[in-house]
């Protein structure tokens, strides 16, 4: 397989980005990201990207590993002309400080500091933020891992796609490859006398010594559920990557779907109240299309990166009742929203808002 021919065709078809559009790496040195750093180098040569620059985040979680990551990647960077940043955040200090979870908080991190790097690029060459690009390197195997974990813990409508080619600004351009592939074209790049990155033994990209940790959930995924998934069927990552791309193509009309009944059934409250009234109507739609509304207003209120509870969106359709609302209805979910209904339909706000609104009646 091409490589490079592959990755054009899925950034055009998937309109991950064009000719021009100012595009942000992620390189953590791994072997994935030093994959996507050769052939996004290659396609920009090409003229089928635009300006590239590349962010490396060092969470100084591993001590002289992470520095040693840092090391390899700001040396890639200058082996292939593309300017570098190194983002250092101690992410421990971080997440005992605000009492959150240390994976959450370095995606947090890593992501702000992306989106800083991408405004920055877009600045310097006089593009508009919204047209430029975040490309991670995440792969088929990074997506398989996701579909298993959401096998183990559950998911909502649409979560068996596992990952979006395109999500708001970040692309996924590695998504159909696996993990051999990709270090398998590092390899011939090296034997074919390429200019290539290494560390200080000669190695052509880093190694995570906590991949092989089985005491975290995803690691416990990638090293005993996949192998054996995989010797039932070698061709999983194929099998799997076809199958989810069938879900997302269902998802994405669903949604579709779903953005036609929240125009038509939705209205946000007023300016200074947060929340969203949602009409009637809503109520004699199919409940896959209902719990879909439900779980876009959810998300609106909480956050892009909140988890959306199950419980919270069954108490959001709790509050129909065929064509006519629970009049009285009254549910407190997650994030301390306030669920109730009356004629006029079920309204989503805080808790504060809420009561300070019942007063007042």
């Not at 416990?220 to 069938?246: G, I, S, Y």
């Amino acid at each position: 397989m091409d490589l490079s021919a592959h990755v054009l065709s899925v950034i055009e078809t998937r309109g991950l980005a064009g000719p021009d559009t100012p595009v942000v790496l992620m390189v953590s040195g791994g072997s994935d990201s030093t994959a996507l750093a050769y052939l996004c180098a290659d396609l920009r040569r090409q003229g089928k990207l635009g300006p590239l620059a590349m962010l490396h985040v060092n969470h100084r979680l591993r001590g002289d590993d992470a520095d040693g990551d840092e090391a390899f990647a700001r040396q890639l960077a200058e082996v292939l002309e593309i300017p570098f940043t190194c983002l250092s955040v101690d992410v421990r200090a971080i997440s005992d400080e605000e009492g959150g979870n240390v994976e959450a908080v370095a995606r947090r991190l890593r992501y702000q500091g992306a989106h800083e790097a991408l405004a920055a690029l877009c600045q310097q060459h006089a593009v508009p933020v919204a047209d430029g690009r975040i490309f991670v390197a995440h792969t088929a195997d990074d997506r398989i891992e996701n579909f298993f974990m959401r096998s183990i813990v559950g998911t909502g409508p649409g979560g068996f796609r596992s990952m979006r080619y395109l999500n708001g600004q970040v692309g996924r351009p590695l998504l159909d490859l696996g993990r051999d592939d990709l270090r398998a074209y590092i390899d011939d790049l090296a034997e074919a006398g390429r200019a290539m990155g290494r560390g200080p033994a000669g190695e052509l990209w880093c190694e995570d010594a906590t991949n092989s940790h089985t005491d975290r959930f995803r690691a416990f995924v990638r090293c005993e559920m996949v192998p054996l998934a995989k010797e039932r069927n070698p061709r999983l990552l194929d099998t799997l990557v076809r199958t989810m791309n069938r879900i997302g193509d269902e998802d994405d009309m669903l949604e579709a779907m779903a953005d036609r009944l929240l125009e038509c059934h939705g209205r946000r409250l007023e300016p200074q109240q947060e929340g969203c009234l949602l009409g009637p109507g809503l109520g004699l739609q199919p409940v896959p299309l209902q719990r879909r509304v439900a779980v876009r207003v959810l998300r609106d209120l909480l956050g892009p990166d909140a988890r959306i509870e199950g419980a919270s969106v069954d108490a959001v359709l709790e509050g129909f009742d065929g064509p006519q609302p629970r009049s009285g209805y009254v549910a407190n979910i997650q994030g301390n929203l306030a669920v109730s209904a009356n004629r006029a339909g079920v309204r989503i706000e805080p808790m504060a808002a809420f009561r300070t609104r019942r007063k007042r009646l």
